[in-house]
């Protein structure tokens, strides 16, 4: 059985697909114990008034109970969820951000682009060798980002 101080999860609730990385931290190096990805197209169930359908939101939501099933033995404060590009738009994302945070037992947070750009450049970053120089651009379901850092200093996400 994994001590359950080492494990962390993150999950990123995107705008086509939601996912789920459990790692476990050993000796100052990252393990990856699962990865979960689930199309669940949530800004597919956008309306023209920026309102996310009941069929999207109930499709995100059946996800993150499947989710929840895999964050039993997770202490809550090693646990981190982020939404992004659907949820920042979407005029009632605060019924769909209420319930998952319920399912879940952890608190979603809708995360500003700059913030997601940032965080796309770090694990790009953590995963990746390479000079201290390179540019990322992330495609996602609503937008796309790029950053550019030269030695750990950020020059623009987009």
Known sequence: MLKSSSLYAAI????????MLIVREV?????IISRVKRKVRLAAGLDGNNMLSEQ??????????LFSEHLQDI???QI??????????????????????EILGNTVKVIQGEEEARLIYQGVAHTTGG??????VDIGGRK???????????????
């Open 56 to 65: 999207a939101m109930e499709r995100g939501w059946q996800c993150l109970r």
């Open 12 to 19: 990123d609730l995107g705008s086509n697909s939601f996912h």
């Open 27 to 31: 000796a100052g190096s990252i393990q």
């Open 144 to 158: 796309y980002r790029a950053g550019y850092r030269y030695r750990c200093q950020s020059h623009s996400a987009i």
């Open 75 to 77: 202490p809550s404060a």
């Open 131 to 136: 000079p201290d120089q390179r540019l990322v």
């Open 80 to 101: 981190r969820v982020v939404a992004t590009a659907t949820l920042r738009l979407a005029k009632n994302a605060d019924v769909f951000v209420q319930k998952a945070s």
